[in-house]
């Protein structure tokens, strides 16, 4: 069910821009990966089934994928449409997240799509300041957090 739905919601891909999917094995077993000259995008089936995760980078080598999530990158591009799909508003089942993911790529996508990657340090940014946020809020419930090694 899941990689059909994946294949129906995502078809655009392959017709609009040039994608096809990658056989590569991916260590997530409801995951399918689709690539083109310039991008790789990861559609992944999450939570036990109940929703989904599109992530998008450089069509190079699975090891050297970027993993931006498309919600930061539409969080940057059109925050309304992401507000949308995050995990307060998504809907109650995977199917449905599948295809609110596959319009917020679609619509606020599409400089990634074609390979245009320069939003990647306000993407980093992001992620850095969820993580910084997520680490403060668990030590002040007494679960700090080992220090990260840096990068």
Known sequence: MFRSDVAKEFAFLTSDFGFHEDPARL???FSVSYVNATTRILIEGINWGAAARVAFGSAGPLEKF?????LDFAFIRCPDKAAA???MNRPSDQGSHLKVLAEVLRECGVEALNGDFSSA???R???????RDWER????????RPARPEE
């Open 85 to 87: 799909a995050t995990a």
């Open 121 to 123: 340090p306000r993407i």
């Open 125 to 131: 940014e992001l992620r850095e300041q969820r993580m």
């Open 66 to 70: 970027e993993n931006f999530d498309i």
């Open 137 to 144: 809020e668990e030590a002040a419930r007494g679960r700090p």
């Open 27 to 29: 260590k997530n077993p």
